[in-house]
């Protein structure tokens, strides 16, 4: 078949293709190959992990998703194995497979990734929305602290929340700064109201030094249908 190119903007997220097939609705999306180990490989273990180590992980996520955000675009599935540390020790964040615009072309389709995935998300017609990544990746990093993800939001939402904030683990405590552990809790709050609204509001919470982070996001992202 012959198709043609939409986008091919580099975004510093994974840099993902957009492409069309000629005379049909078809689009196809296609990432740029980096060689690396993701997260779950990557990472110190739990009773190694550290907040010098997670905190820069966190902040250039957080510029990624920035970007995305301000060009209206979910990932809506982030996860330890979808960030990769590459061998050039650059961060990058993959798998645009369920990625969706929230403007246009949007649809509500449910989507679960268990621990990860917010419950709105798992819902037709769910109050999707920034909000939504941000519990995700507030999952993350409960994984790479505790060394096993949150409870699924579907048991949270349906019974006695069984999540225990971070910032109430006295053992975690050692190891990390409570404003650290409680803007985690913040992104794993059960109602989205009650969450980080933006990367930005989550980035403007933390130091000031720890705000230059490598990897800022650059170019474009194009999504399609």
Known sequence: CTTGIISAEKSGTGRPLLWKQRDTDDYYNHMEYFK?????????KPHEMTETFLRPILCSLLKTLDYLHKKNILHRDIKPSNILLTDDGDL????????RNLVGSFTATTFESEGYTPYEQTQNLGNVGFWTDLYALGATCYRLIIGKHPPKSTKRIHKKDP???????????????????????????LEPENRW?????????????????????????????
């Open 163 to 189: 999540y225990v904030p971070l910032v109430g683990n006295r053992k975690i405590r050692q190891r990390y700064s409570e404003e650290f552990l409680a803007g985690i809790d913040k992104a794993l709050a």
């Open 36 to 44: 690396g180990e993701d997260l779950r490989k990557k990472a110190p």
């Open 92 to 99: 990058q964040l993959i798998d645009f497979g369920t990625a």
């Open 197 to 225: 609204q933006s990367a930005t509001e989550w980035l403007q919470a933390l130091p000031e030094q720890e705000l230059s982070v490598p990897t800022p996001p650059r170019g474009g992202v194009s999504l399609g249908k």
